[in-house]
Nanobody
Framework: QVQLVESGGGLVQPGGSLRLSCAAS????????MSWVRQAPGKERELVAS???????NYADSVKGRFTISRDNVKNTVYLEMNSLNPEDTAVYYCNAPYSNYWGKGTLVTVFS
């Protein structure tokens, strides 16, 4: 059974940092590209960052220089390090294996002052 379980969300003040984790199971994680996708209230889902099976990364312009995606193929986990958070980053963050359309249930990040 495929599972993607996100963790690490929470409340943070502007300028703060959070690290999201996504633990994968039930499929060959190391051979899958992985992504983080977010959905803010009243908005469509937005691709935030992606990492290929070989470790190449790509970021949305809105998070470049602030967010870092990484993966650990031994722990079957993908991470999203988020720095310099601002209220526009408030959203539910989902872990996604795009080519197999696997999704986690999401973790809520709220940036407030």
């Amino acid at each position: 059974q495929v599972q993607l379980v996100e963790s690490g969300g929470g409340l943070v003040q502007p300028g703060g940092s959070l690290r999201l984790s996504c633990a994968a199971s039930g499929f060959t994680f190391s051979s899958h590209d992985m992504s983080w996708v977010r959905q803010a209230p009243g908005k469509e889902r937005e691709l935030v960052a992606s990492i290929t099976s070989r470790g190449a990364t790509n970021y949305a312009d809105s998070v470049k220089g602030r967010f870092t995606i990484s993966r650990d193929n031994v722990k079957n986990t993908v991470y999203l390090e988020m720095n310099s958070l601002n209220p526009e980053d408030t959203a539910v963050y989902y872990c996604n294996a795009p080519y197999s359309n696997y999704w986690g249930k999401g973790t809520l990040v709220t940036v407030f002052s």
